[in-house]
């Protein structure tokens, strides 16, 4: 349990993160986690008029059997609860026919287009941090707080910029690349200077039953991380037969369906020629996946689709074209890598200083401040890799 000098140092820090007079209303996107209700919480003890909303954002039926999903039947429940416990309004929202469309559908194309897909991104780029903040707006809310590990900060040209949190184990700049300068004016972070424990002892302290709810794992919309069985029941086109074929031309054996199988895979693959292979390629039209050693996995450079920016330059494209250097992140696990931005033919494009291994069309890359890498400058969706060899 947080010790009342712990609490008032949340609660400060909380008031900070806002940045608007005591008493200005604050809408919380609740979850159901803990995170997200302490951030209601942590608001509600500093002063502020919070109201608390929560998306529906898929058939909770099923995902009731399943721990650790967000947004679903328990989720909800438990957002419901807390909001009682603190004493805040509620509102809980039906958004599942646009989660259906911006997120579930998409994920399913992707794979079917031979891409690895990050749906949490598409979330937040989509139904929570473009849909969620017009009803935050329409509720007369001066800004929106969630319970992400991340920071908003003001620069010396009085613009809001995204940080890493100080907890950088937990940091999720990488799935908020997407987060627009105009989102970002609006929206506010409180746990950005708190650790996981810090927060759980926060929750104890507000006397909230979730103080020991799990994280929440996997995909939440996929029931037991089996998004397979999801995809071959929404596309089940990608189910059609085809051939394992070495890049330099062999085929080495069959396969039961594309969607099988993603970049840098090596399990799995049943074929054996003597040296351990790696999914190196997925061609849909042809319905082949393409094999090959390790380092045939290294990535020379990128190209960037559905770009964001929120660096000093007035646009990603102005930044690419002087060649701006920045430190690059392909998935969320791996730390950022070296590399500069360029112009190619009018497409923002991204080259490595070193080979970076397992990059896959459909990823997110989450660019950073070489100068100041715990700032976010913006990123992009990978559309097409080059390999170094």
């Avoid at 690349?177 to 200077?193: E, G, I, V, W």
């Avoid at 709810?213 to 939440?220: A, E, R, V």
Wanted: with cysteine; glycine share 10%; proline share 5%.
């Amino acid at each position: 349990m947080a010790s009342p000098q712990d609490m008032d140092a949340a609660i400060e820090s909380a008031r900070l993160a806002v940045g608007l007079p005591v008493g200005s209303r604050v809408v919380a996107a609740m979850s159901g986690g803990v995170d997200s209700t302490v951030v209601a919480g942590l608001l509600h003890k500093a002063g502020y008029d919070v109201v608390g909303v929560t998306l529906q954002l898929y058939d909770h039926g099923a995902a009731l059997k399943k721990k650790g999903a967000c947004c679903a039947g328990q989720d909800i429940h438990d957002a419901r609860l807390a909001a009682e416990t603190l004493g805040i309004p509620h509102y809980v929202l039906d958004y599942e026919s646009r989660f259906r469309d911006a997120v579930i559908d998409q994920f399913a194309d992707s794979y079917l287009a031979g891409q690895t897909p990050v749906p949490c991104i598409r979330c937040n780029q989509t139904v929570k941090f473009r849909d969620l903040l017009d009803v935050a707006r329409d509720l007369g809310a001066e800004a929106m707080a969630t319970g992400h590990y991340v920071r908003r900060a003001v620069g010396a040209d009085g613009r809001a910029q995204m940080r890493k949190a100080i907890d950088h184990s937990r940091d999720q700049s990488y799935f908020l690349f997407a987060t627009t300068a105009q989102q970002l004016d609006f929206l506010r972070f409180p746990l950005a200077d708190l650790e996981k424990p810090q927060v759980r002892g926060v929750a104890l302290e507000l006397g909230l039953r979730i103080a020991a709810k799990p994280d929440s794992q996997d995909i939440c919309f996929v029931p037991n991380g089996d998004y397979r069985t999801l995809i071959d029941k929404l596309r089940p086109q990608g189910r059609e037969a085809g051939e394992i074929v070495h890049m330099d031309g062999r085929v080495l054996g069959n396969h039961s369906g594309i969607t099988d199988y993603t970049i840098g895979q090596r399990r799995g693959l049943n074929v054996a020629v003597g040296e351990p292979l790696f999914v190196t390629k997925l061609d849909p039209a042809k319905r082949h996946v393409i094999v090959g050693p390790r380092e045939a996995l290294l990535t020379a450079s990128l190209t960037l689709d559905e770009t964001n920016w929120l660096g000093d330059e007035a646009s990603i494209e102005a930044a690419a074209e002087a060649g701006a250097p920045v430190l690059a992140r392909v998935r969320s696990t791996r730390p950022p890598s070296p590399a500069r931005l360029a112009l190619v033919d009018g497409v923002v494009s991204l080259v490595f200083a070193a080979g970076e291994e397992g990059v896959a069309p459909g990823q997110a890359c989450a660019l950073y401040d070489p100068a100041d890498p715990d700032r976010l400058l913006g990123g992009g969706f990978i559309k097409t890799t080059a390999a170094v060899v």
